[in-house]
């Protein structure tokens, strides 16, 4: 991309000669290549600036004066535009070229750029939490079913733990039965041994009877 800057070599005006210079200084202070082409010599050039400015951008007379930028064939603007971009450092812009990095030009760009992304990322940071709160159900449904699990399993124990006193309970009973039991089989015993002392005790005493009986019929 050539820029090419309309000048006048011959102007008797002292402003646009001042003009000229602001632009080719400012230029050549950012070593910005640019093409300077003369309208007091060359006819030619002279009618090219004049067709090529737009309309709307050329004065009340319809002649365009020096000096007039160009980027190539495109319209960049006159020395009032220039200045106006110089002041806000966007002279490259103006110019339709990109910043050199570590120009404020370039600051100001990767500024808008990460301020354009930050919003872009917003949105997208937007659209993937909406994304996971429509997902975050199904992920909650599996920690529920975990934590019913997990609550099945604390009742499961709960219930083995009142299970256990109850099977002890149970046990107790059984060997209370069991005490019951064989204490009432010894009572049994003792009172079949108690019978059977008291039936030989009869029987000893008959037979002494007996015996009495027959010696005393001697």
Known sequence: MVIKVFL????????IKKKQQDVVG???ALKVEYAPLDIACNEENRMWMRQNVPE????????PLPPQIFNEEGYCGDYETFFDAKEDNMVY???????????????????????ENGTHAEETNAEESLEESIEVPVEARNGNEEEVAEGETAEEEVTEGDEAPADEEEEAVEETDEVTEDTQAQAEEEEEEEEQEEDDLQSEEEEEAEVQEE????
Do not use: W
Request: cysteine-free; proline content about 11%; glycine content about 8%.
């Open 215 to 218: 010696e005393e019929a001697e």
């Open 56 to 63: 709307e951008k050329k004065p009340s007379n319809g002649i």
């Open 8 to 15: 006048a070599s011959s102007s008797g005006s002292t402003a």
């Open 26 to 28: 400012f230029l050549e």
């Open 93 to 115: 812009a103006f110019l339709g070229l990109p910043p050199p990095p570590g120009s404020k030009e370039a600051e100001q760009a990767d500024k808008a750029l990460i301020v």
